[in-house]
């Protein structure tokens, strides 16, 4: 009827965890080992790959370079061709908003029928005529031509400066005309 | 003593992960971010240069030099004295008319340095630095007329920027006229090698069509200096 008493049970089971422990351990140190081996192989093959490829572009760069270097007679033309091209669409732009005395001489020329041109001054921003109309009729159709539709596009102001009446029934006179910018 | 080994094998493991992480991958890790922002740029900038290389390859050169030859003609490099007063004789000369007095109020410096513009205080902003030349003609007014009207299609450029007419005798006129004629010293550099090829715009072919129709009187002294074997010579250097 007497049993037997195990006194070594406890030591036993503490011995079977600790065993497994040590084994989960061991498998655990081997796994991280492969998995940290893996992740360390990515990235070197990454690191590498990124390497080979910003070489490649680097060399495909440097080839590019050479063929620009070779090439420098022909971007030279060009830039130096935009350049002036730029500057000079600036420049007829600027002539083209600014009017330009050929229209100014044309429309003179064209309105101061049966006129004798004493004297004409044209500067930048006004022009200054000074003519001789043989008799007031005439005098009169010059002025209202001036004030038609065509000069108001050309002057902002026309004035009258002066007007004299010569000995032999001619008219002196003066005109002050602004041009319109 | 087993078990000791097994704690001593994992600690030197662990010890060995944080080691090679610390001294190897992280600068890996580094070098990869940076490798691949270095792509990104090299792939932008391959990008770029390729595109440059086919529109300089698309570029004929015996029609550049012909069209840079004709601008500089038109808007040399330098205050061009000598060609624009010979210009001016001859425009007039070609309209019967008579060149009384022709005066450059002020010259100042001949060449200024290549990008650099100077312009006379007194001479408004404009796009362009110029030059100032008086002149009194003499002759029929239709034909002081069509003086003004060629002198401003002729090579180099200019412009007629004041003017004052006063008869002289029946049938004669006598006029001083102020002709503004334009230069402009060439480009600095030529810009960075990466810098892309500005392309000529439409507008910009419209106005060369209208310089093609410029007239080109004699040749000066000056006009070596503003042929485009003179370019290549210039300071184009990468």
Partial sequence: MSG?????????????????????????????????????????????????????????????????????????????????????????????????????????????????????KITEDKMNFTGLAPNMMILENFLNDLKNNESSSLFSKITLSSIDRQEDSSYLFSVLLEIKK | ??????????????????????????????????ANRDLTAGRKTLAELTKKVTTLDGLSKPELTDKVDLALKILPVEKDVPTVLSTLKKVALNNELIVNEMSIPEVGEIASGSGETKTSKNVKEEALPSLSV?????????????????????????????????????????????????????????????????????????????????????????EETSSPSAIKLDLFGY
């Fill in chain 1, 4 to 120: 037997e008493i195990d006194f070594l049970k406890g030591q036993q089971v503490g011995g079977a965890l600790k065993t497994k422990f040590l084994h989960s351990l061991k498998v655990g140190t081997l796994i991280l080992i492969l998995a940290y081996c893996l992740v360390s192989a990515a990235v070197f093959s990454y690191w590498l790959f990124l390497s080979n490829q910003t070489n490649k572009i680097n060399n495909e760069i440097a080839v590019k370079k050479t063929k620009i270097t070779a090439l420098k007679d022909i971007e030279s033309l060009q830039v130096v061709l935009k350049q002036r091209l730029f500057s000079l669409n600036k420049f007829f732009a600027s002539k083209k908003e600014a009017g330009n005395f050929n229209n100014l001489l044309a429309f003179i020329n064209q309105t101061a029928t049966g006129l004798t041109i004493k004297e004409l």
């Fill in chain 2, 1 to 34: 003593m087993a078990n000791n080994k097994s704690f001593l094998f994992s600690g030197f493991v662990l010890i060995l992960v944080v080691l090679v992480s610390l001294f190897w991958l992280r600068p890996k890790v580094v070098a990869i971010v940076k």
């Fill in chain 2, 134 to 222: 008086k002149l009194t003609l003499i002759g029929p007014r239709e034909k002081i007329i069509s003086f003004f009207k060629q002198v401003e299609t002729t090579a180099p450029l200019m412009k007629v920027s004041g003017l004052s007419i006063s008869q002289k005798n029946e049938g004669t006129d006598e006029s001083l006229i102020e002709v503004r004629t334009y230069f402009l010293p060439l480009p600095k550099t030529i810009g960075k090698l990466e810098q892309a090829v500005v392309p000529v715009t439409s507008q910009e072919e419209k106005i060369f069509n209208e310089l093609a129709s410029f007239k080109i009187f004699g040749k000066s002294v000056f």
